[in-house]
């Protein structure tokens, strides 16, 4: 079996470790020029769902790299005000469990993570433009008119997929109607200082008026800890990433309220924009703004997919973002795509029947649980410029009932209970 994937992000690179351990032939094409291109620092949030996926795919050993370059997990769950106000703190579990637990990453470390041993097999700078079928196999084109053929070609080529574009044209992305600034800051004595401790130590909502919310977390890694780690000690990707501790603050509203050129801004205009829209935040909270680095500071547009019908099987299947792309309202993206790529991996590898067949088999599966959380991620936080939060009277009721509720959540045992179990119970399903 010969196998193409269009995409070195998370989801294709977990596909392609999953396969080469079972012996498989498999090649991966990145558009990005080199291993460290295209990606942002930011934190990605791994649940016990991706942490099984990364533990049945990357080699035992890679997987400890992986466990050991985390950082810190999350203590609690909170919400404020936009004053700083406490609405509710919850303790979440520790990361003692490599999977039974929630996990903080940076996106760039994962990247290096997941390219480690595998550069026989990944091609930077490779633009994907088209790709034609044949009765036993499939053969993708690229910009600079080289070309590759195996058995399957899977797009793992994200929101914008080349590939999707081509093989369901008529599966759209379309824009969620939310617009988030976002930028990260180190951890310094005076930045520790802005947070209070629960803020600090946890991943922290913020309930703004006229419809703004935010959220802040801390990434603290075991870089420069004493002691060490030993996989981090034998890991050559600290060559290449060494990310500092730092804390990351990022405000949202409908796209409405934002002028039509958001997009385009770029570092300290994004600064600028986050203050002026949270002009009644907590001194702090704005503090942390106007600390944020130029250079990592960015609009990011929220994009959602069109939920669309099964399609035909054929040598061409798609993964994560290239056919679910989902808002940051439950934080499952990632590890969707991760589910997709251990999922994909077992039924090719697993399978006694035709290379068609196995293919039927991810996508009845993955088709379904794939746009259930497209649709549950659209629906939290937010995420949807649809919600009532963004409307000029039921925004105002709406906010009060958030409020109300993380009251609840803090002060009765019960409902504190019910909604730690419900946290749980959906992110490791």
């Not at 400890?64 to 509710?88: G, I, M, S």
């Not at 990260?184 to 802005?194: G, H, N, V, W």
Request: charged fraction near 20%.
């Amino acid at each position: 079996m010969r196998v193409i994937i269009i995409g070195a992000g998370t989801g294709g690179m977990c596909l392609a470790h999953g396969l080469r351990r079972a012996g498989v032939e498999v090649s991966v094409y990145e558009r990005d020029r080199t291993p460290t291109g295209g990606l942002f620092g930011y934190r990605v949030g791994i649940d016990p769902t991706g942490n099984r996926a990364l533990r049945d795919c990357l080699p035992p050993e890679l997987f400890d790299t992986f466990l050991a370059t985390c950082a810190r997990a999350p203590k609690h769950f909170n919400a404020y005000t936009q004053d700083l106000k406490r609405l509710v703190s919850v303790d979440l579990r520790d990361d003692s469990d490599p999977i039974n637990s929630e996990r903080s990453v940076s996106r760039t470390i994962l990247r290096q993570v997941l390219l480690t041993g595998m550069d026989d097999v990944v091609h930077f700078d490779k633009t994907f433009v088209r790709y034609e079928q044949h009765t036993n196999s499939v053969t993708a084109y690229f910009s600079d008119g080289s070309s590759a053929t195996a058995d399957v070609l899977v797009a793992a080529d994200g929101t914008r997929s080349a590939v999707r574009q081509q093989y369901l044209p008529h599966a759209r992305v379309e824009d969620a109607g939310v617009i988030s600034l976002t930028t990260k800051l180190p951890i310094t004595a005076e930045t520790r200082a802005l947070l209070p401790k629960e803020a600090f130590e946890g991943l922290s909502l913020i309930f703004g008026t006229r419809g703004t919310l935010g959220i802040v977390h801390v990434m603290e890694f075991n870089w420069n800890k004493p002691g060490g780690s030993e996989p981090l000690n034998r890991w050559h990707g600290l060559l290449r990433d060494n990310t500092d501790d730092y804390i990351n603050i990022a405000m949202w509203t409908s796209a409405d309220r934002f002028a039509a050129n958001v997009g385009k801004l770029r570092g300290a205009e994004v600064i600028e924009l986050a203050l002026e829209m949270t002009p009644h935040w907590h001194p702090h909270l704005r503090r942390l703004f106007e600390l944020g680095d130029p250079a990592s500071s960015f609009p990011v547009v929220t994009a959602t997919s069109v939920p669309v019908d099964p399609w035909p099987t054929t040598n061409v299947t798609l993964l994560g973002d290239a056919i679910h792309t989902m808002t940051p309202g439950h934080g499952v993206g990632a590890n969707t795509a991760l589910r997709d790529a251990a999922l994909l991996c077992r039924c090719l590898v697993g399978s006694d029947g035709s290379l068609l067949d196995a293919i039927g088999a991810y996508e009845a599966e993955m088709i379904p649980y794939g746009f259930a959380r497209v649709r549950d991620s659209l629906n939290n936080n937010g995420t949807s410029g649809n919600d009532p939060l963004y409307r000029p009277f039921a925004g105002r009721l709406a906010m009060a009932g958030a409020r109300t509720y993380f009251r609840a959540v803090d002060k009765i045992p019960s409902v504190r209970r019910k909604f730690v179990d419900d946290l749980t119970t959906y992110r490791e399903s």
